[in-house]
């Protein structure tokens, strides 16, 4: 299995707020570590991966810092993705900020549901930038 | 529009000072107001030099730091207080300097002051005043203006001005209806003070010449006036493009000082601004690459310089492999604030977008994977030389900003480290880790970033400033091959960087100094009366004149001889066809020796004083015209004297305390400091108009002079403790391959 089909499983599965942080905080980590592996791999899109691992980490760190975040460990490593193509990546980031969104009005705790919003941007950024992009 | 320049500023006063000089009869009708057009330029020119060697004169003696157009600058300084002395009391004479009008528009010296006043203001716009008093550094071009090549242009200019206004203010000395008694002598007296600064600064432009880039880097400094902000636009041409890159490159240095200052405390100061910029640093090199990549393959038709252009390309590659660097290093790491949008992100994204559209065939382009474009066709990045030169020089500015931002954001994160700001998730501590079934122990989400990670960022932070470092000078040799408009801005750089490095050079030893009448320090006479305490300004000063005189001289006996002329050692040696240096120098040494021996011996026969310094250096030289050596006669004897005066009068009196040497600047005197000397240099006293100085008396050289005390026979080695001479062996030249190196401590900032 691809190691971004398990991102979006998680993402898929996740159960309550803590959860969801949790999988999205492994879903921006791993974009971010991908499109900077990416960026490199001479499409002719540097600029683009680079701003999108940017604005991954900004939103990684955005549901990093919720109140509802659990502190524990990390899931189990889902490894690199460096194979990933622009494409790919700019579906799991339209699926983020939906979910992000989507959560953030249902949240209770009101640092959570700025941390959603925030992260909802991130992804979306990460979206446009990295769309169409192959 | 380009902004104005201190070289335009000084060419308008130079335009005006030509006009005044082509009618300094008709505007001399008038004396007291071509008095108060001459004050008023006296006075801009004293704080022009006032700014270049901020030290009193008498504490200037005691510094063995100082190069040596500080130096000059500091006579030239003390001369220029004098002129305006003497022309503040010739203007009172005529009663104008006080309660006199306005001085219309339109006169065109008082035109010349008003440029050269506007230039200096345009100067200080990049140097501030901090809350302890201090001089702070508001851009970049502070160092500029600090440094060596600007210090020598500045100096030189302001003896050149002297030299132009002398014969203006002896004109007004002639007489004339309207010119009251009491003021010609000092109008007279102004225009000597004016050829004595113009005099003071004929040893440094004979040792340190100024050169034709040291010029050009003063005329280029702008005003540090900042442009306003500019959103890229729609198809902007080439041209605005370059614009824009220019002005985000500079409002982008700007907005990255201080950076370390605010990074301990300031919420806005965030890990997110921090990759930000980075990756916008890894993105701007991978942009320059490429365009430099275009501007090479249209090298030869447009005749750029392919080697240049290549080699910064390649500098430009390694930047962005360590700015991507350092953007993996952050990992992790975090603060306890997220991304907020500083200027300095603002100002790189502008740039970004117009490099971009710069380089890639795509009016519209944004680093979006759905703008994506193909570069654009040499051909149509560069159509002419105009054109690519342009380009080289928005590409400079641009690498010059992200050198400054390196440089800026490692002290930041250096800062935010020690402030214990840089985080990390607790989820990936190793303890935490291990301790799993009870992880809610920990309470916090993050934790400060561990030491091991933290120090991987600083030193990826390093390896990008010099990254970045070689890349901006890899640009400065392709814009100077290129002649691109930021050539000045290289030109710059290349002096601070010369300070730099002479800067970290080791003093060289003692016992290798090498005679030498150019080191700087003060000559034998002013050596002697700092010896004995004297502080009187204007003894000093006349000591001073005499070791510029004799300085002089020694300088005209050297080239009129080309070097050491050979001797009987010397000569010997060159009939066996020895060419070993070390045993040519020995002879040399030898036969030099020789010489002066001689001249003593002969003087003792005589009955004489021995030689004094000037004529023992040229009995060293080997110097015969007996002109020459009566002339260094006299100027032994004048130093000779004044030490025996000081001597007497230290005598007769309990001694001033000596003065104390400036740990840093003090305020020079004011014009109404100081007394008047009657006999220095060329003055007339109060009530004796139209009598001579003493000092410029005929008689006997050697009347007046007992034997000079032995610091007085080694003018020719000028050495100072700790100094060092140019030219020596144990000196390296300098860089820009003026001579040696003029002393061991850094250009005084």
């Known amino acids: ?134 | 529009m380009a902004a104005v320049t201190f070289g335009d500023l000084l060419f308008t006063g130079v335009g005006h000072l030509e006009t005044a000089s082509g009618r300094w009869d008709q505007e001399a009708g008038d004396p007291l107001a071509a008095g108060r057009q001459l004050y008023r330029v006296v006075d801009v020119m004293t704080r022009y030099v006032d700014g270049v060697a901020p030290w009193d004169y008498a504490g200037a003696l005691g510094r063995a730091d100082l190069v040596l157009w500080q130096r000059a600058g500091t006579h030239i300084a003390q001369s220029l207080h004098r002129a305006a002395q003497a022309l503040g009391r010739g203007l009172e004479g005529l009663e104008g300097l006080q309660a006199g009008p306005e001085l219309p528009l339109g006169l065109p010296l008082a035109e010349a002051a008003t440029a050269l006043l506007a230039g200096r203001d345009l100067l200080n716009t990049h140097l501030a005043t901090g809350p302890d008093g201090a001089r702070v550094e508001r851009t970049e071009w502070a160092q500029v203006i600090t440094s060596a090549p600007v210090t020598r242009a500045v100096t030189d200019m302001i003896a050149w001005w002297c030299q132009q206004l002398a014969p203006l203010a002896e004109q007004l000395s002639r007489p004339s209806p309207g010119l009251a008694a009491g003021a010609a002598p000092e109008f007279a007296a102004a225009g000597q003070w004016l050829r004595q600064a113009t005099a003071f600064a004929r040893p440094a432009r004979l040792a340190d010449p100024v050169s034709v880039s040291d010029r050009t880097l003063l005329f280029a400094i702008p005003p540090a006036a900042m442009s306003a902000w500019e959103r890229p636009r729609a198809a902007e041409t080439a041209a605005d493009l370059c614009g824009g890159i220019t002005r985000s490159a500079s409002r982008l240095q700007a907005a990255a000082r201080g950076a370390a200052q605010r990074a301990a405390w300031s919420p806005a100061e965030t890990a997110g601004a921090w990759r930000w910029t980075a990756t916008a640093g890894a993105v701007t090199s991978h942009l320059t690459e490429a365009v430099l990549r275009s501007l090479a393959a249209r090298a030869g038709p447009l005749g750029l310089p392919e080697g240049e252009l290549h080699a910064a390309a390649a500098a430009l590659a390694a930047s962005q492999a360590s700015w991507h660097q350092v953007t993996a290093a952050w990992g992790l790491i975090t603060t306890e604030t997220r991304f907020l949008a500083t200027p300095a992100v603002t100002e790189a994204s502008d740039l970004i977008v117009r490099l971009g559209r710069l380089a890639c065939d795509d009016p519209a382009w944004t680093p979006a994977a759905a703008h994506h474009a193909p570069l654009r066709d040499p051909a149509v990045l560069a159509p002419d030389a105009a054109a690519a030169a342009a380009i080289v020089a928005a590409v400079h500015y641009a690498a010059c900003a992200f050198e400054r931002v390196a440089a800026a954001d490692l002290g930041a994160v250096e800062a935010a480290r020690q402030a214990l700001r840089l985080y990390v998730p607790t989820r990936i501590i190793p303890d935490a880790r291990r301790r799993k079934n009870d992880w809610r122990t920990i309470p916090r989400a993050y934790v400060i970033a561990p030491e091991e990670q933290t120090a991987a960022l600083i030193e990826a932070y390093r390896a990008v400033v010099t990254a970045s470092g070689q890349a901006a000078q890899a640009l400065d040799q392709a814009a100077l091959a290129a002649g691109a408009p930021s050539r000045a801005m290289a030109l710059a750089r290349e002096a601070f960087r010369a300070e730099e490095r002479l800067s970290h050079l080791p003093p060289p030893a003692d016992d290798l100094a090498a005679p030498n009448p150019w080191a700087g320090g003060p000559g034998p006479a002013e050596g002697e009366l700092v010896r004995l305490r004297v502080t009187d300004p204007l003894v000093l000063q006349r000591a001073a004149a005499i070791d510029a005189a004799g300085q002089n001289l020694i300088t005209e006996a050297r080239t009129s001889v080309g070097g050491q002329a050979p001797g009987p050692v010397d000569s010997e040696l060159a009939r066996l066809g020895v060419t070993d240096p070390v045993m040519l120098q020995r002879a040399a040494a030898i036969d030099a020796a020789g010489r002066k021996l001689i001249l003593e011996a002969r003087t003792a026969a005589a009955g004489g004083p021995p030689p004094g310094p000037a004529e023992s250096e040229l009995a060293r030289l080997g110097i015969t015209d007996p002109v020459m050596l009566q002339r260094a006669a006299v100027i032994d004897a004048a130093g000779q004297k004044l030490t025996a005066e000081a001597r007497a009068a230290a005598d007769r009196g309990p001694a001033a305390p000596v003065p104390a040497l400036p740990a840093g600047r003090g305020p020079r005197p004011g014009p109404a400091a100081g007394r008047a000397d009657p006999d220095f240099p060329g003055r007339p006293a109060a009530g004796r108009p139209g009598s001579r100085a003493a000092g410029r008396r005929r008689g006997p050289p050697r009347a007046a002079g007992r034997p000079g005390p032995s610091v007085l026979r080694s003018w020719g080695s000028g050495r100072l403790p700790g100094g060092s001479r140019p030219g020596h062996p144990a000196n390296p030249p300098r860089p820009d391959g003026r001579g040696g190196r003029c002393q061991p401590c850094s250009w005084p900032k």
């Open chain 1, 1 to 134: 299995m691809r190691a971004i089909d398990v991102i979006t499983g998680r993402l898929d599965h996740a159960a309550g707020v803590p959860d969801l942080l949790a999988a999205a905080w492994e879903a921006f980590e791993f974009i971010r570590a991908a499109a900077s592996g990416c960026a490199d791999t001479g499409a002719g899109l540097y600029a683009a991966f680079m701003f999108a691992s940017a604005a991954a980490a900004e939103a990684r760190d955005a549901v990093g810092m919720a109140p509802s975040m659990p502190a524990g460990d990390l899931a189990p490593g889902v490894g690199q993705a460096l194979e990933e193509a622009a494409g790919p990546l700019a579906e799991l980031a339209g699926a983020l900020a939906a979910r992000m969104a989507a959560t953030a009005g249902q949240a209770d705790d009101p640092g959570d549901r700025e941390a959603f919003r925030a992260a909802a941007a991130g992804a979306g950024q990460v979206r446009r930038l990295l769309a169409g992009g192959g």
